[in-house]
């Protein structure tokens, strides 16, 4: 595979769970963010996409979203950056109305799964002669029921872009959020330029404590520590309930390092497993109502892993969106930017 996703960082919040109008849109990212970007040390980034950039809510083509992205690749050529264009909502399926079958409907809906195939074969006609460009297909499938669907439309997506690039990389992961123990529900691999992913937020309790848009968070009143103590993991874990099932399971005292290495296992052999050319990490992060020196912690730690087992990855996120690097203070952002371009 010729493009190397190593070191990068998401766009959060530019082209996806924002506002769409266009004042935001050239406003909240621009060039001379990419340049910083570069400059940090990152080697990629990560575009999240919602369909309201390119489609209205009837399908109608919206040619100033598809001229905008094609703008945004060109920054990240002019400063030799890999860009992976995230279609993170479609149109009927959004990771925020999880288990919402009124909303939801793209992997019960034959009509709304050939709107998605062909907004893919859109974007992939758009943007295939890039050779910088990788797609990623959706963000986070979420409902164990939709396993068998999502197989069944990641193949047919994924034939129809190959009628139309054999080379550009195409991302894909399983469900429950991208979890890592659900690679091993995917099909096997048999197309060479494909990567799959998944995301690392483990333990959620940590990651995203006193996070407001998750209601059982409120009732963790206090800080969760990292490294931490197992009952009190377990504690917060039997409130947040089946996300962080795997600290149940956990045979140690404390929550650390070898935590986060049995979890990140479960990916490395279920993609083996999948025959899978590459495997990637699309969102890691710690929300920013954590401990700076814990957060700096489970950065160095999750960063060793990934180093021990030659993953590349993408932070969440560079601005705003409660992860953003931008809203620590001044001494644990530069930390945070360190450990997370290290090779």
């Keep these: 595979m010729k493009i190397q996703l190593n070191r990068g960082i998401n766009l959060g919040g530019f082209l996806s769970q924002c506002v769409h ?11 001379d963010d990419i340049k910083k970007i570069r400059d940090m040390g990152y080697d990629h980034v990560r575009l999240p996409i919602d369909y309201e950039v390119f489609q209205t809510e009837d399908g109608t083509r919206i040619d100033d979203g598809f001229k905008r992205v094609h703008n945004i690749i060109g920054w990240t050529r002019n400063n030799d950056l890999p860009i992976i264009l995230d279609l993170h909502k479609a149109y009927g399926y959004d990771f925020n109305d999880a288990n919402d079958d009124s909303k939801n409907r793209l992997f019960s809906d034959p009509a709304i799964q050939d709107r998605f195939v062909n907004l893919w074969i859109d974007i992939a006609t758009e943007y295939h002669k890039y050779d910088n460009v990788v797609f990623e297909l959706l963000n986070e499938v979420v409902e164990d029921k939709a396993a068998d669907a999502w197989n069944a439309l990641i193949a047919r997506t994924l034939k129809e872009i190959r009628k139309i690039t054999a080379e550009t990389p195409v991302i894909y992961g399983g469900i429950k959020w991208n979890s890592a123990e659900t690679i091993q529900y995917l099909e096997n691999v048999t197309d060479p330029n494909t990567i799959i992913t998944f995301h690392f937020y483990q333990p959620h309790v940590f990651t995203h404590q006193h ?4 209601p059982a968070m409120k009732e963790l009143k206090d800080d969760m520590p990292y490294p931490g103590d197992i009952d009190t993991y377990r504690h917060a874990a039997e409130i947040l309930g089946g996300q962080d099932s795997s600290v149940m399971d956990q045979d140690k005292d404390v929550v650390d390092i070898d935590y986060l290495r049995r979890m990140v296992k479960v990916a490395v052999d279920s993609a083996k497993d999948k025959n899978a050319p590459m495997l990637y990490v699309g969102e890691y992060g710690v929300i920013d109502q954590a401990p700076a020196e814990d957060c700096v912690r489970w950065l160095a730690d999750v960063m060793q892993v990934f180093k021990e087992n030659n993953i590349g990855c993408a ?6 969106m409660d992860f953003g690097i931008d809203l620590w203070d001044e001494a644990t952002s530069k930390e945070i930017v360190r450990l997370t371009t290290a090779k």
């Design 315 to 320: 932070l969440w996120t560079y601005r705003k």
């Design 211 to 214: 996070a407001y848009w998750m």
């Design 21 to 31: 109008e266009v004042a935001h849109y050239d406003s909240f990212i621009l060039e």
